[in-house]
């Protein structure tokens, strides 16, 4: 299984509204990122987990909490959410520590749009 | 700290005619370099990685990029275009020393029938 795999596709939510964003990878990879794409533009990192740790945490606001029960999935936890946070948020692995000189694989990323 | 500049925010090439995206780079160290493509709402696929190996380095779908020091440049090119191939590219860098890693902008491929 070489894929990472993201659900849901979509997700509209109020301003009001707790949802999770989850990712799971089979590769055995030890290492897992979140990014935020807001359109025509390229992605920016907000969190790395190596080793099931958080290692990064790219300043990125508390309404965003990422979580890893495993070395096979990442949460990502939203709450009290702003209409800017609208965008694509792309889930990544990699194969050993979390280092940013690895290849990273992505999954094809949750549709986010706030109201 | 280091940078990634793509010369191009957007190339278009007819089907069949080569294909050449721009990628400067800046790095105080022995950077990583990588070519990724995006399709359309679509996550990230690797093209290909240069890691101080072979300067000429060949990726998927007969794309294949040089890294040139002396430029600080890592083009990617490919000899014959396919409409499939139309979609964002990005060049990133990343650096071992810092753990830092950058996105250059993205350069669209539109590729003409």
């Known amino acids: 299984d070489t894929e990472v795999t993201q659900t849901p596709k979509h997700l509209v939510m109020g301003m009001t509204n707790k949802k999770s964003l989850k990712c799971e990878q089979h590769m055995g990879h030890r290492a897992m990122y979140w990014y935020k794409q807001k359109a025509k533009k390229p992605p920016e990192l907000m969190f790395v987990y190596s080793y099931e740790k958080l290692s990064i945490n790219e300043s990125v606001p508390s309404r965003f909490s990422p979580e890893c029960p495993n070395s096979s999935l990442l949460n990502l936890h939203l709450h009290a959410l702003q209409p800017e946070d609208s965008a694509l948020y792309l889930c990544?692995?990699?194969?050993?520590?979390?280092?940013?000189?690895?290849?990273?694989?992505f999954g094809p990323g949750t549709r986010l749009t706030v109201l | 700290a280091q940078s990634v500049t793509q010369l191009d925010s957007h190339v278009s090439v007819s089907e069949g005619t080569p294909v050449l995206l721009r990628c400067n780079y800046s790095s105080s160290y022995s950077p990583s370099l990588f070519w990724y493509v995006q399709h359309p709402n679509k996550g990230l696929q690797l093209l290909l990685k240069y890691t101080s190996a072979a300067t000429l380095v060949k990726g998927i779908n007969g794309f294949e990029a040089e890294f040139k020091k002396s430029e600080t440049s890592f083009h990617l090119t490919k000899p014959s275009a396919h409409m499939s191939d139309a979609a964002e590219y990005f060049c990133v860098v990343s650096d071992y020393n810092n753990n830092d890693m950058r996105f250059g902008a993205g350069t669209r491929l539109t590729v003409k029938p």
């Open positions: 990544a692995s990699s194969q050993t520590s979390g280092e940013l000189t690895d290849t990273q694989y």
